[in-house]
Every structure is written in structure tokens, then in C-alpha cells.
């Protein structure tokens, strides 16, 4: 990876009055208060985000909407808080969005994002923006229009070309995006090796019917793809070599959305002798379907996900899995970040390398009368 040294510098003095406000009589409707993008998008007659895209001059605006937009702008005297950005300068904040609060891999990444920053004189503020496309762009336009100096996006489900335009004026990096962006940095898992390790593992301990859980396509066209669609590739590639006919059962990265898959798959005639989760949290779904039916792990089926979460090595469940070290990819990421805010503009791929982790989830297979016998 290519990096430059860092150097944390001081944070300058900043006055009490932090809204740019500068003696001016800025009006509303009428009034002696400031004029808000509230107000503004109350006037036009549309959304806040529309006032927000028209204020930042992001692609996508019409010119019916410019106008309109525009308009109640000189009409209220609305003065964009960029202008305020530019009269104290940097706001000292990195705006984080992750998907999911209850993926425990992604507060992990977070706490490396935290852990980095201690040092430094920026301070994270952290939105969760869901799978929705609309709902993460929204929340990311919310984080630029508090005047973040940096952001940090972990699987966002937005289309790349977006990204890569929001990343001309706010330096950007974005964590599980595999290809090579043009704008942006990026900080990925080797999830193909990953899913591969896990493959070899299965097949050297017998298993020929293995079954992978993954997560929906998120539509992006290739090179970009997210994690989840990289190891799934992983997986059927290495399935392929064996000789090997891939299965794979479509589910969320959810507990819910592993103990469906679990229950799916064990409703067939014909049963897999391992399940591949495509992620920890899911594993643990499927570990509580195949509870519930009595059916035995390992000694009946075996089960393995991928992350390593702190819950997969707690002895009970003794998870097998792979390493992709949440911690470091935070970590990584707010260095790059740190990075792209003081000057560098070439982007940069950083690649972690996944490790397998064996531990008692996984066995030699059995055949289905026996797994069959062992639920009665």
C-alpha cells in the first residue's frame, strides 16, 4: 500500500459561534432567524435531499429542479453552510456510515476506525444506512452537509458512479467494495482466498455436498462487487476445481436470515454434509435451526462462517471461520482517510489477507441416514 508519514496536526482555535454566522441579516420567511435547508426545501415544495444535491452541485439535478431550488434560495437569502466550512475551515469530523448495528463485524470495523482517530484531532460520527440504496445516500448526504472533512463507508449498496462523484470534493474510502475505483480508496478482504480456504478445508475432511449461504446481489456491474458476492464467487470457483457442484442458498447476513436458510436446507430429501455461512452472524442462525431439530454439530453436520467475530471463539460455539480482522480494516481505512484529507489524491486498494480458523464446528461428514437417525 502506498502511504504517506502522518502527522496529526493541532486543532486550531475555533470561535464559540460555530454556523459561520457573520454579522449579515440573513432572514426566513420574513423573519430574524437564519434561513435553513428546511426552510428552503419548504418553499420549493421538495425534499430536503433535493435542496442538499442542488446546494453541493451533485449530479443527478434537473433543470427544472435548479431553477426551483435556486429560486427559494434567493428568495429566503439561504446561505449554504459550506460557506461557513470555508470561513472556519476543517470541522475536525469523519462521518462513518455502516449497514447494520447488529452485524457484529461492522461495529468491530468501527471500533479500528475509533481506535485510529484517538491520536488524531478528528472525531467519527457513526450513521447506520441499512441495504437501501436511497436510505445510505440520504444518510451520506446528511454526513456531508454537517460539513465532515472525510467519510468512511462500510458495503455500501449505492450505484459506484455515485461514489465516485461524491469522492471528487469529499475524500472517501470505502470498505468491501472489490474493484479498482478511479476517486475513492478502498479496503477489501481477499474474500475469493477466503472462501477458497474454506472450501479446501471442507474437502480435505471429506465433504463433497457443501452448501453456501450468501447474501443478495447488490447489483453493482463488474469489476465492483461487494464482499459478499467476491466469496461467492470464491466458493463456486473452488467448488468447480474439486469437481464439485456448487449449491447456494440465497439468505441476509442475519441470524434470522441463517436459521431460514438452515430450515430450507433441511427440509430437502437429499442433505448437504456442511454448510458454508457466508458470515459468522449467519452461521449462528444456522447453529440454532439445526438446534432446534436436534441435528448434532459437528457430529451430524458441519457448520463453518466467515469473520471471526469475538462470539465465534467463545468455547461453546468454538466457530470455524476465517479471519478478516475487523479491527484492521477500521484501522486501515482511517489511515487512508487520514491520508486522502491531508493531499494524497491517488487511490489506493488495500487488500487484507484472510487466515482460516479451525476449531470444533467442522468434521469428517456422515452420511444422511445417520444424520437423519441422530434428530430422532
Not at 446546494?55 to 435556486?70: D, E, I, K, P, Y
Not at 484531532?121 to 444518510?139: F, H, L, W
Not at 456442511?274 to 431439530?293: N, S
Request: hydrophobic share 40%; charged share 20%.
Amino acid at each position: 500500500m502506498n502511504s504517506t508519514k502522518h502527522e496529526n496536526n493541532e486543532m486550531p482555535h475555533r470561535s464559540r459561534r460555530e454556523d459561520g454566522y457573520s454579522g449579515l441579516p440573513l432572514t426566513a420567511a420574513g423573519t430574524s432567524r437564519r434561513a435553513t435547508l428546511q426552510d428552503v426545501a419548504k418553499d420549493a415544495g421538495v425534499s430536503v435531499s433535493a435542496v442538499s444535491k442542488v446546494v453541493r452541485g451533485a449530479s443527478g439535478v434537473s433543470a427544472h429542479m435548479l431553477q426551483t431550488v435556486t429560486s427559494s434560495i434567493e428568495r429566503l437569502g439561504y446561505r449554504p453552510h459550506a460557506g461557513a466550512r470555508g470561513l472556519r475551515g476543517r470541522s475536525f469530523t469523519v462521518g462513518v456510515m455502516i449497514g447494520d448495528i447488529l452485524s457484529p463485524f461492522q461495529p468491530e470495523v468501527v471500533q479500528g476506525i475509533s481506535a485510529e482517530l484517538e491520536s488524531s484531532p478528528y472525531q467519527e460520527i457513526i450513521v447506520v444506512g441499512g441495504i437501501s440504496p436511497d436510505r445510505q445516500k440520504r444518510c451520506i448526504e446528511a454526513l456531508v452537509d454537517r460539513q465532515v472533512d472525510g467519510l468512511i463507508l462500510v458495503a455500501p449498496w449505492m450505484e459506484v458512479d455515485w461514489i465516485e462523484s461524491l469522492a471528487r470534493s469529499t475524500p472517501t474510502v470505502v470498505v468491501g467494495l472489490h474493484g479498482a475505483a478511479s476517486y475513492f480508496d478502498t479496503v477489501v478482504d481477499d474474500d475469493r482466498e477466503g472462501a477458497r480456504l474454506i472450501v479446501e478445508h471442507l474437502v480435505s475432511l471429506g465433504h463433497r455436498h457443501i452448501v453456501h449461504t450468501s447474501a443478495p446481489s447488490a447489483g453493482k456491474k463488474k469489476p465492483f462487487v461487494l464482499s459478499h458476492t467476491a466469496r461467492r464467487e470464491g466458493y463456486e470457483l473452488a467448488m468447480k476445481a474439486h469437481g464439485l457442484d456448487p449449491d447456494v442458498v440465497v439468505t441476509m447476513y442475519t441470524e434470522e436470515g441463517g436459521h431460514l436458510a438452515a430450515t430450507e436446507i433441511m427440509g430437502r430429501d437429499i442433505l448437504p454434509t456442511a454448510i458454508f455461512a457466508g458470515a459468522d452472524i449467519a452461521a449462528f442462525g444456522v447453529l440454532r435451526a439445526l438446534e432446534d431439530k436436534g441435528i448434532r454439530v459437528p457430529q451430524d453436520i458441519t457448520i463453518t462462517g466467515y469473520d471471526n467475530i469475538y462470539a465465534s471463539t467463545i468455547g461453546r460455539i468454538a466457530l470455524t471461520t476465517v479471519d478478516q480482522s475487523g479491527s484492521l480494516t477500521g484501522s486501515v481505512s482511517a489511515k487512508l482517510l487520514l491520508e486522502r484529507m491531508n493531499g494524497r489524491d491517488q487511490p489506493v486498494q488495500y487488500v487484507v489477507g484472510p487466515k482460516l480458523i479451525t476449531r470444533s464446528t467442522s468434521a469428517e461428514p456422515r452420511s444422511n441416514a445417520q444424520i437423519r437417525a441422530g434428530a430422532r
